[in-house]
T-cell receptor, first 115, second 112 residues
Framework: EPEVTQTPSHQVTQMGQEVILRCVPI?????FYWYRQILGQKVEFLVS????????KSEIFDDQFSVERPDGSNFTLKIRSTKLEDSAMYFC?????????????FGQGTRLTVV | GESVGLHLPTLSVQEGDNSIINCAYS??????FIWYKQESGKGPQFIID?????DKRQGQRVTVLLNKTVKHLSLQIAATQPGDSAVYFC???????????FGRGTSLIVHP
């Protein structure tokens, strides 16, 4: 069964450092998303991406964040200068379509710990 | 200090019982709703969805009920099993957006 894969599963980084979280969406999917989940809290939308550009983003997704699809398979989230409060699980998701009734498939997540 | 947000609503049931998990959504313009299951250390997994023009939809062992009048969504799980233990999130696609917005989550604990 096709699945969204994320690497690494756990990333520890020093405050102020840049991190890149990687995702391989399902191959025939066209819409890609990043969400984050701070421990014990709800899953929060960060950004969606379609046709090589950001289609929606939340207030959380400020200038410290960027996304890229560098090739035909990877979808990355970059945090330029990490802060302690960026520590969270980051989930990548993809969907075949972007309209209503479109199921988004989630990866297993990357746990980011900023120390 | 207090850890705000670490205490999810919790539903404890015995194996074999039926479970009902409730969710109040925020936006009357939302037109699509999804229930996700999240097991420990994993990403959210789609369970069932429902459009706003329906009030009930059934899957295998799960039923979703939608009451638009009071903006309430529920997930019923029949004959709950230990493998159903997880955190359950409702999500809504707010009108005009295809982005699922997640609710807070309910922790379901199934005792054998």
């Amino acid at each position: 069964e096709p699945e969204v894969t994320q690497t690494p599963s756990h990333q520890v980084t020093q405050m102020g450092q840049e991190v890149i979280l990687r995702c391989v969406p399902i191959s025939n999917h066209l819409y890609f998303y990043w969400y984050r989940q701070i421990l014990g809290q709800k899953v929060e939308f960060l950004v969606s991406f379609y046709n090589n550009e950001i289609s929606e983003k939340s207030e959380i997704f400020d200038d410290q964040f960027s996304v890229e699809r560098p090739d035909g398979s990877n979808f990355t989230l970059k945090i330029r200068s990490t802060k302690l409060e960026d520590s969270a699980m980051y989930f990548c998701a993809s969907s075949e379509l972007g309209g209503m009734n479109t199921e988004a498939f989630f990866g297993q997540g990357t746990r980011l710990t900023v120390v | 200090g207090e850890s705000v947000g670490l205490h999810l609503p919790t539903l404890s049931v015995q194996e074999g019982d039926n479970s009902i998990i409730n969710c109040a959504y925020s936006n009357s313009a939302s037109d699509y709703f999804i229930w996700y299951k999240q097991e420990s250390g994993k990403g959210p997994q789609f369970i069932i969805d429902i459009r706003s023009n329906m009030d009930k939809r059934q899957g295998q062992r799960v039923t979703v009920l939608l009451n638009k009048t009071v903006k309430h969504l529920s997930l019923q799980i029949a004959a709950t099993q230990p493998g159903d233990s997880a955190v359950y999130f409702c999500a809504e696609n707010k009108g005009g957006s295809y982005i699922p917005t997640f609710g807070r989550g309910t922790s379901l604990i199934v005792h054998p």
